[in-house]
């Protein structure tokens, strides 16, 4: 009974000053909503890179061609050459016995054309595995993607992106039609769903886009089109010898990627010179990405945590101006017997409501985090689309991932702040002598 007495006392004190006890408990609902949707944030944003970087493939190793920089190439003369050959796709696939398939790509912008209709789109010479690496799929009834014996005849035939299929033909249907590219007819042997473009991953592999692309027979096009690109620049040609843009490696075992790497940036030694080769490792860039997620969650963390700390310092600096206007209050329940454990009791009760209802709030206001965000993003584009669509891919499709632990863990902390920021006003209020206590009152 008694101590339900000191529950309802306590309660009934916060209640004579509302806007006081309101804005103690705003103190407290802000630091543990920040928790959470701080925590749920770095956990969208980090989740999003890891999605991008498992699309990759953990088993996989991209080796890309990079344009050197000019110091490198000096010394040249005539056409720039640089990057993967043929040799180099040749070694990598017949060396390396822990690779299954190593895919040579090589992609050219060019103008395709059906009748009137014109796009310019990429020329991407690849294997039937190009499609598996990339997720892309064709649509049902409508062809087949590059074969193993197309790629063996050297054929004349292409693969669609959606967006292109669309531009062409229109209304037609594609599937056994032609289109050209330069003076190269080739057949349609299938159209794709359509897909959105990758972001880039940091500063190692640059984003893509196949909403125009047009796919041949990596063979077809080493017969048809020349390893010779020419260029304009500010009103100047310039020339460009590249074999391949990319080879994709996929290793057999997960657990043997990381020496895999290593022996490829071996065997590619001779392109330290130029620094026209890069090797991504996705697994590599996974492991980076969650030590990172690791290392942003508690600085998040700790940034939210400074906002309960000066939620706890508001309810210290509440309860001690409480302590001196309820000295005469004090000084009588002492006279009366009161002991200095129960004025402890008492105040501290206060303080455990007052950071106990802040929690609850916080954690209401800290699981509205999704629908506010969203709401938000919805705003934006409303007002400026364009400025949302300059956005990185990666804050314009975050979408917040709520930490089970971060509720639990920022109700918790809220309660201890409150308990350890009131424990110095409670005994400051039980060490008051009854009589002086009474005396300053008067």
């Known amino acids: 009974m008694l101590g339900l007495r000191i529950w309802k006392l306590g309660i009934k004190s916060l209640l004579l000053h509302p806007m006081r006890s309101l804005l103690t408990i705003l103190g407290i609902f802000i630091g543990v909503a920040s928790v959470i ?20 493939g953990a088993e996989n190793i991209i080796v890309r061609t990079v344009k050197p920089p000019s110091e490198a190439t000096a010394e040249q003369r005539g056409p720039l050459t640089y ?5 180099d796709w040749r070694l990598l696939d017949e060396t390396l016995h822990s690779v299954d398939t190593a895919t040579p790509i090589r992609e050219i912008r060019r103008q395709i054309r059906r009748g009137p209709n014109t796009v310019h789109g990429r020329l991407v010479g690849c294997t039937p595995e190009y499609a598996q690496l990339n997720h892309l799929e064709v649509q049902g009834g409508r062809g087949h993607f590059i074969s193993q014996v197309e790629v063996e005849r050297e054929s004349n035939v292409c693969v669609l992106a959606a967006e292109v299929a669309e531009a062409l033909f229109q209304f037609e249907k594609p599937i056994g039609k032609t289109v050209h590219v330069d003076q190269d007819e080739y057949v349609v042997v299938g159209v794709l769903k359509p897909k959105g473009a990758t972001a880039a991953v940091g500063g190692s592999l640059s984003g893509q886009e196949f909403d125009k692309d047009v796919y041949i027979p990596i063979t077809t096009l080493w017969q048809r089109m020349s390893d010779y690109i020419i260029t304009r620049e500010s009103g100047s040609f310039s020339g ?5 843009n990319q080879v994709t490696l996929k290793v057999g075992n997960v657990d043997h990627v990381m020496n895999t790497a290593e022996l490829v940036r071996e065997s590619l030694s001779h392109h330290n010179r130029l620094r026209d080769v890069s090797v991504v490792v996705p697994l590599e860039l996974l492991e980076q990405a969650k030590q990172t997620k690791f290392m942003f969650m508690v600085f998040m963390g700790l940034i939210a945590a400074i906002s309960l700390l000066v939620g706890g310092i508001g309810i210290m600096n509440i309860m001690l101006a409480t302590v001196t206007e309820r000295t005469r209050e004090i000084g009588i329940r002492r006279a009366l ?17 007052l950071s106990v209802v802040g929690g609850l709030t916080g954690v209401l206001g800290g699981l509205l985090c999704i629908p ?8 934006a584009n409303a007002y400026d689309p364009a400025l949302v669509a300059e956005l990185p891919d990666t804050i314009r499709d975050v979408r917040p991932l709520i930490v089970p632990l971060s509720i639990p863990l920022a109700f918790g902390i809220s309660v201890i702040v409150g308990v350890v920021f009131g424990l110095y006003p409670a005994s400051r209020a039980a060490d008051l002598d009854p009589i002086e206590a009474l005396r300053a009152a008067n």
């Open 37 to 56: 949707w701080l925590l749920a944030i770095s956990e969208g944003i980090s989740a999003k890179a890891q999605q991008q970087i498992e699309k990759l």
């Open 83 to 87: 990057g993967l050959t043929r040799d």
């Open 240 to 244: 460009e010898i590249v074999e391949l």
């Open 337 to 353: 017997g009161a002991k200095r454990g129960d004025i402890i009791r008492q105040f501290l009760v206060e303080t455990i409501v």
């Open 372 to 379: 506010a965000v969203d709401l938000a993003r919805f705003l």
